[in-house]
Structures are given as structure tokens and as C-alpha cells.
């Protein structure tokens, strides 16, 4: 018998470097995880480069390659990605922004990048797609809300380009920045002039919603100016089911792996109470992993919690929630027909705070898999293990083969 389904268990920044908090250790070696510690036992591990050695990955190219999209061919930006993400039907050609809502003072300043960490931002986003008339410049678009103060934008016409600067100062006191074109192309140019006037008449609409007087009434920060950042081009993405001969689903709490998810033809099943961060409800999106797949042959499940507390530089948190993630995982371990992937999408050393480009571990389980002598799923010890240091991009062609999909090179 072999596997005929794959589910793709992507730990966000799941892996790190030795923490002085855990004693020289990682928080994976560090944590308790008797279920990982079984599927790396019982399956095949190795270490991952999920772009290439030495390159930094960001989520969302990571996600790419894992998928077996070269980001190199296929990323343009964080931008429409996200846009997906938020829900905005994204056709090649259009230009995707994310942004977020902020407080800007009288004085021109901005305040507060993002708003008093405003929640539901709806109504707002409402009364800016209502509004805001771009007819002038020949360009229509797409205003959505994303988590809390965050928001996606799409803008679409012809002789659009994605080459403009984000209008965030990046820090609080400074006025907001001009959109300016990178290029002297006059599709950039008019790209950055239909931010700037979006954005002007954003801000008039916002500055007498109701919402914002009854912020202001409260003695919370309005949500009176937009930031926009990460301009793309949404770019051509071959399906993932004509590619590979399967169909998907995403689950994921964060918009921009949703978004590559949607990009790629997967369907993003949402799940009650998944936050992305280490609050998450995660048995939820493991019996949403494992419904799934009586329906589809390929599932990508994406855990965000550890990144965020290696952002914030919490070793110990990051050991309690990977321990937590552990105790979740016990439904995975008797799925049947079911090639288990678990691996992360980057390092996010705690000490750096940021992406790095360490390798990461990553473990293949079920039937068929050539069970190495490993058995702990950590940094180090998968480094030990059958796959030896891959790719990402490699990941998706050897599961295929796990599964009898890959295509027979040569005669
Ligand atoms: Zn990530
Ligand atoms: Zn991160």
C-alpha cells in the first residue's frame, strides 16, 4: 500500500538557534513533543532549505517554494498576495497593496501606525469602497478588511504599474511619505497617483465617519489616514491541481498564506477561533486538516504561533506553544492512506527576532517512507536523517513520488 494523500504541516518559524533562556538549547530540543518525536521516529527526516542556503526566507516566498512554485519566477510582492488573502478576486495584472488603518494628528504627524490597535474595521472599509471614486484616473478597485487594523487593497485598469513607495514613515511623529514611482515609467506614475488620491479621499470619508467620533468621544485613537505597502503585480499562477494532478485546501489563520494558497487554486477552509497566534484553536484546525482530506488529496496546514513569539523574542513561550502544538497532533498519528509532511517555513531565531536563514527540520511519514534511525524532531537531530538537507522546492516532487504521482523522467 502506498499514501495517495498529503497533508503539508507547516510549523511558522518553528525552528532557531541555541537560546541562553534554554540553557544552549533550541526550543524545540528543548520541548516535550512525544508526537513529533513519533512521526520523526517512524518516519524519514532530514534539514531544509526552503529557498536555497543562506537566503532569508519571508513567509510567503517559503510557502512558494514549498508548494513548488520557484518564488523567483512567480513572486512579485507581498501586496497581492495579501489581497487574496483579505478575499479580493485578484486577475493577473492587477496591483495588490496591504495596509492598515492609522491615526494621524492635527498636526500631520502620524500618530499611531496603527490606530489603537482598532478591531472590525468594516464599516469603514465600507464607506471607503462606497466613496472613494477613482473614475477620473480610468481605475476602479477593491477595498477589503483584513485582521484588526489591517486592509487590502486591489486597484485595476489598464496602464497600471507596481513599481511605487509605500507612504508609511515606518515610525510614529513623522508625517505620512508621498507615493512616488520608482521608475520613469508612466504606468508607475500613475499607480503612485491613484494611491495618492485614494488615500486623499480615504481620509476625508474617515475623518467624519461616525465610527471615528465615537473614538474619539471614547479617548481612542481615530482611524483617520491609510498606509499602504508591499505594491505588486498579481502575477500567473499554474493551478496546483493541472500541475499536479490533485486538489488542495489551505488552512490557515494568516491572510498572506491564504492568500498563496488561493493563488495557487487551493480552497481556504476557515476555522472558528484560529487567530494565528499562540491562542489558537488548534485542535480545531487539526480536525479541520483531517476532514479535509476524506475530500481532497492534498491539505496545507499552516500553525502561526511560534513565529510570533519568536518576534517578540519569548523562548519559553515559544517551547510552551510548540509542547501545546504537540499535544494537538495526536489525531495525525493514525490517519490512514495520509503521507504526513511536518517541517517549518524559515527559522525565526528568538534572539534575532527575525527570519534567518538556518535550515529547517523537516520529517515524512507514512506508508512507504524509508524509515531512517532518527527519532527526534529537532534542528539537530533531523540533520541526521534519510533526506539529508533538501530544498523546498524539492519537497513537493519527492511527496508526489511517496504517493505514485510523479511524472517518469526519461524512458
Ligand atoms: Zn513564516
Ligand atoms: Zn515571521
Avoid at 9 to 31: F, H, K, N, W, Y
Avoid at 266 to 286: R, W, Y
Avoid at 383 to 400: E, N, V
Amino acid at each position: 500500500m502506498t499514501a495517495s494523500k498529503i497533508l503539508l504541516l507547516v510549523l511558522d518559524g518553528i525552528s532557531d538557534r541555541p537560546c541562553r533562556e534554554l540553557g544552549g538549547l533550541t526550543p524545540l530540543q528543548a520541548a516535550e513533543i512525544p508526537c513529533l518525536d513519533r512521526i520523526a521516529a517512524e518516519g524519514v527526516c532530514g534539514i531544509m532549505d526552503t529557498i536555497a542556503p543562506g537566503i532569508r526566507p519571508g513567509s510567503d516566498t517559503s510557502h512558494l517554494s514549498l508548494l513548488g512554485y520557484d518564488p523567483r519566477q512567480c513572486y512579485t510582492g507581498r501586496g497581492p498576495l495579501e489581497a487574496l488573502g483579505c478575499g479580493i478576486r485578484m486577475e493577473p495584472g492587477m496591483i495588490g497593496f496591504r495596509g492598515n488603518f492609522a491615526t494621524i494628528g492635527e498636526d500631520g504627524r502620524v500618530r499611531d501606525r496603527r490606530a489603537g490597535r482598532i478591531q472590525n474595521t468594516a464599516e469603514l472599509t465600507a464607506a471607503i469602497q462606497r466613496g472613494v471614486d477613482l473614475s477620473r484616473l480610468g481605475v476602479t478597485f477593491h477595498f477589503c478588511p483584513g485582521a484588526g487594523h489591517r486592509a487590502a487593497l486591489a486597484l485595476s485598469g489598464s496602464g497600471l504599474g507596481p513599481n511605487v513607495t509605500s507612504n508609511d514613515p515606518k515610525k510614529e511623529g513623522l508625517p505620512p511619505l508621498e507615493f512616488r514611482p520608482t521608475t520613469d515609467r508612466p504606468e508607475d506614475m500613475k499607480t503612485a497617483e491613484a494611491c495618492t488620491e485614494f488615500v486623499r479621499q480615504a481620509a476625508r470619508i474617515l475623518e467624519s465617519h461616525p465610527v471615528n467620533r465615537q473614538r474619539r468621544a471614547r479617548g481612542e485613537p481615530p482611524a483617520n489616514l491609510l498606509l499602504l505597502r508591499g505594491a505588486g503585480v498579481m502575477g500567473h499562477f499554474e493551478p496546483f491541481e493541472a500541475r499536479y494532478g490533485i486538489s488542495g485546501s489551505v488552512i490557515a489563520a494568516a491572510t498572506l498564506v491564504v492568500g498563496i494558497g488561493r493563488a495557487v487554486g487551493l480552497e481556504h477552509i476557515p476555522v472558528e477561533g484560529a487567530t494565528g497566534s499562540t491562542k489558537t484553536n488548534l485542535n480545531g484546525k487539526i480536525a479541520a486538516a483531517v476532514r479535509e482530506l476524506e475530500r481532497r488529496r492534498f491539505v496545507l496546514l499552516n500553525i502561526k504561533g511560534a513565529d510570533e513569539a519568536s518576534h517578540d523574542g519569548k523562548a519559553l513561550e515559544k517551547k510552551g506553544f510548540i509542547e501545546r502544538i504537540d499535544r494537538s497532533l495526536i489525531p495525525l498519528l493514525d490517519l490512514e492512506e495520509t503521507l504526513l509532511i511536518v517541517c517549518g517555513d524559515h527559522s525565526t531565531p528568538c534572539s534575532i527576532r527575525e527570519h534567518s536563514a538556518d535550515p529547517v527540520p523537516v520529517v515524512i511519514h507514512g506508508e512507504g517512507v524509508r524509515t531512517d534511525r532518527v527519532d527526534r524532531f529537532d534542528e539537530v537531530t533531523c540533520a541526521y536523517g534519510g533526506l539529508g538537507r533538501i530544498r523546498g522546492l524539492s519537497l513537493m516532487p519527492i511527496a508526489l513520488d511517496l504517493i505514485n504521482m510523479a511524472q517518469k523522467y526519461g524512458a
